[in-house]
């Protein structure tokens, strides 16, 4: 099984600054097969980015993602205040699992 | 619009059973594959299950794997999970994914609700 690894647990910031989330496999994903998810308090997780880099539907260009083999990044590039929220990490290329998720807190 | 309904959440005894359900809308189901995907209380997302578009592939995670089916109902554009011998572990929230596209490896881009499972004697 692959472990998503994700760093840091939690991350504060203010409105307005930059948040780079990591997400470390166990072994290498290929990179069409990674996402992240935003999850806040009391809903259902959100698709931000498929293919470690695409956006989904909907979603701002200040999110952004990079990464390939065993080493992905989730970049917010200027929070807005609707971004503080859980994100996750998740594989699907060997059977789908996700990171434990990484807290963005208002500092 | 692309809508999930979960429901048949509830409280069960450990040992018990309970049969989950999913409704799904405004796409064509039977095209894509669905998961069920759970979270503790406090907890983060841990997949359950995946089934295929018409039913044929099904996949579990080794922590649910023999106690648990998954099964979909393509008429009537239903997912279902009959979770069986359920212990204290099992309790989370259920969500009902579907895939992005009509793959199998591929990311979830419409979740439901979710329905509370509580194994609690």
């Known amino acids: 099984e692959i472990v998503l690894t994700q760093s840091p647990g939690t991350l504060s910031l203010s409105p307005g600054e930059r948040a780079t989330l990591s997400c470390r496999a166990s072994?290498?994903?290929?990179?069409?097969?990674l996402a992240w998810y935003q999850q806040k308090p009391g809903q259902a997780p959100r698709l931000l980015i498929y293919g470690a880099s695409s956006r989904a539907t909907g979603i701002p260009e200040r999110f952004s993602g990079s990464g390939s083999g065993t080493d992905f990044t989730l970049t917010i590039s200027r929070l807005e205040p609707e971004d503080f929220a859980v994100y996750y990490c998740q594989q699907y290329g060997s059977s789908w699992t996700f990171g434990q998720g990484t807290k963005v807190d208002i500092k | 619009e692309v809508q999930l309904l979960d429901s048949g959440g509830g409280l069960v005894q450990p040992g018990g059973s309970l049969r989950l359900s999913c409704a799904a809308s405004g796409f064509t189901f039977s095209s894509y594959a669905m998961s069920w995907v759970r979270q503790a209380p406090g907890k983060g997302l841990e997949w359950v299950s995946l089934?295929?578009?018409?039913?044929?592939?099904?996949y579990y995670a080794d922590s649910v794997k023999g106690r648990f089916t998954i099964s979909r109902d393509n008429s009537k554009n239903m997912l279902f999970l009959q979770m069986n011998s359920l212990s204290a572990e099992d309790t989370a929230l259920y969500y009902c994914a579907k895939s992005r596209h009509g793959l199998l490896s591929d990311a979830f881009d419409m979740w439901g609700q979710g329905t509370m499972v509580t194994v609690s004697s």
């Open positions: 072994q290498s994903v290929s990179s069409i097969y």
């Open positions: 089934i295929s578009g018409a039913g044929g592939s099904t």
